[in-house]
């Protein structure tokens, strides 16, 4: 043997002794195994250990790859994946000690075809795994603790804010029973004022009532035995003014005093009214159509002077209510005079129609008019005492506000719907007896 191949052989064996001595002292499990049936071919001392084995040999001897895997179907995909790309990295797996126990390993190896083997490298992940399945643990009971401290906020989050909203609740209705009860003091104490007030007038004016009619009969008795004076005197001056203009004007002036003092009268007795807001009289089962067709009847002739185009619709079978028919009749005439009030000419119509909200069991009277219409900022307060919108007309603003105390001590509801030029509706609301059972 030539020096050359003797120096070549030297190097071989050393770089085998190094080969070796890497691969049995490798802090890592370092493997070679046959594709086909598992066996083992070659192991260090680590993956020996890594499977409950102090020798090698014996590792190599008595394991069988297969029988290792936890879940046998693993090897057959870690070995597809590596037929097919040559290689396997960071594959993780189950598998079975000498005496059993299960470790986690992760495996990276290649192919070889030639001599269809799997070499590579192994190493224990259990502790790894333990702790990410700690951590998983942890982390879920983490989640699961600030779900449930998320859950108690949000609860007391909403307990605070029913909490906030029911003291402003209760803050605002105090506020509200504080006006109520301040408002009511005032209407207590204008009530009474009022009513001492409206007597003062009305006994004052009880006798221009009574006197008028008397000047007016004594004037009419004169009338001949001055005109007898005119015709064969000529004119002549009565209280600084000529008699023929006394003669037609005197009688227009007695018109309008007593027209005047009947209309002192009617403000006396709405004052008289709000002063007293009397309780209704003795409660009776009503047809509310009647109480309708009598209202209508009594303003007919109103009816007559406002318009040419008046309507009225009584529904059919509606059911009786219980009330004071007079006081609602009373109701009826104020809304049914609204409405002649409202009409600028005779061309404008007004409807009438009763009809039975079955909904919720309600008798409704219903009156439209295509009168001037109400303002919108006015449609709140039209049931306001001393509201109204027709001041230089001579209105009190307490025809409404009683007509709403007496639809209000009858269970009912009084509303308006309406826009300036287009016409008012009015809609009276009243609760209906109960239907006899058959």
């Known amino acids: 043997?030539?020096?050359?191949?003797?120096?070549?052989?030297?190097?071989?064996?050393?770089?085998?002794?190094?080969?070796?001595?890497?691969?049995?002292?490798?802090?890592?499990?370092?493997?070679?195994?046959?594709?086909?049936?598992?066996?083992?071919?070659?192991?260090?001392?680590?993956?020996?250990?890594?499977?409950?084995?102090?020798?090698?040999?014996?590792?190599?001897?008595?394991?069988?790859?297969?029988?290792?895997?936890?879940?046998?179907?693993?090897?057959?995909?870690?070995?597809?994946?590596?037929?097919?790309?040559?290689?396997?990295?960071?594959?993780?797996?189950?598998?079975?000690?000498?005496?059993?126990?299960?470790?986690?390993?992760?495996?990276?190896?290649?192919?070889?075809?030639?001599g269809d083997y799997l070499e590579g490298v192994a190493v224990d992940i259990t502790d790894l795994k333990e702790f990410e399945a700690a951590l998983q643990q942890a982390k879920a009971v983490l989640e699961r603790r600030v779900e449930e401290r998320t859950a108690e906020l949000h609860a007391l989050n909403c307990k605070l804010l029913r909490e906030?909203?029911?003291?402003?609740?209760?803050?605002?209705?105090?506020?509200?029973?504080?006006?109520?009860?301040?408002?009511?003091?005032?209407?207590?104490?204008?009530?009474?004022?009022?009513?001492?007030?409206?007597?003062?007038?009305?006994?004052?004016?009880?006798?221009?009532?009574?006197?008028?009619?008397?000047?007016?009969?004594?004037?009419?008795?004169?009338?001949?035995?001055?005109?007898?004076?005119?015709?064969?005197?000529?004119?002549?001056?009565?209280?600084?003014?000529?008699?023929?203009?006394?003669?037609?004007?005197?009688?227009?002036?007695?018109?309008?005093?007593?027209?005047s003092a009947r209309r002192i009268r009617r403000i006396v007795d709405d004052l008289k009214n709000f002063a007293r807001r009397s309780e209704p009289g003795a409660l009776e089962t009503i047809e509310f159509n009647a109480v309708v067709q009598a209202a209508v009847?009594?303003?007919?002739?109103?009816?007559?002077?406002?318009?040419?185009?008046?309507?009225?619709?009584?529904?059919?079978?509606?059911?009786?209510?219980?009330?004071?028919?007079?006081?609602?009749?009373?109701?009826?005439?104020n809304l049914l005079l609204n409405a002649c009030q409202a009409l600028p000419d005779r061309e404008r119509g007004i409807k009438v129609a009763t009809f039975l909200d079955p909904g919720c069991r309600q008798v409704v009277l219903e009156i439209r008019d295509e009168g001037v219409g109400i303002a919108a900022e006015h449609l709140p307060h039209l049931t306001d005492p001393f509201f109204t919108t027709r001041r230089e007309k001579g209105g009190t603003g307490l025809g409404l506000w009683i007509c709403a105390a007496i639809v209000e001590e009858h269970g009912g509801a009084l509303n308006f719907r309406s826009r300036t030029g287009e016409g008012t509706v009015v809609t009276l609301t009243l609760p209906a007896l109960p239907a006899e059972a058959p």
């Open 297 to 333: 009847r009594l303003v007919a002739e109103p009816l007559r002077q406002a318009t040419d185009r008046f309507e009225i619709h009584s529904g059919e079978g509606l059911p009786a209510i219980r009330g004071d028919a007079q006081r609602l009749e009373q109701v009826v005439v």
């Open 1 to 114: 043997m030539s020096k050359a191949c003797c120096e070549h052989v030297v190097r071989l064996q050393e770089s085998e002794e190094k080969y070796r001595d890497f691969f049995d002292n490798a802090q890592v499990g370092l493997f070679r195994t046959r594709a086909s049936d598992g066996k083992v071919l070659k192991a260090n001392e680590r993956t020996a250990r890594m499977f409950g084995y102090d020798d090698p040999r014996q590792f190599i001897e008595e394991c069988v790859v297969p029988r290792l895997y936890v879940d046998p179907g693993e090897r057959e995909r870690m070995l597809a994946i590596a037929r097919e790309k040559g290689e396997v990295q960071n594959y993780e797996t189950a598998l079975r000690r000498r005496d059993g126990s299960v470790f986690w390993v992760r495996f990276s190896c290649r192919y070889h075809p030639v």
């Open 164 to 259: 906030i909203a029911e003291r402003k609740r209760a803050t605002q209705e105090a506020l509200e029973r504080q006006q109520q009860l301040i408002q009511a003091a005032k209407m207590a104490s204008l009530g009474t004022l009022v009513s001492g007030v409206a007597h003062e007038i009305n006994n004052p004016n009880g006798l221009l009532l009574m006197n008028l009619p008397v000047l007016q009969e004594t004037f009419a008795d004169a009338l001949p035995i001055l005109d007898e004076h005119y015709r064969a005197q000529g004119d002549f001056l009565l209280a600084g003014l000529s008699y023929s203009r006394v003669r037609e004007e005197v009688p227009q002036l007695f018109a309008e005093v007593l027209d």
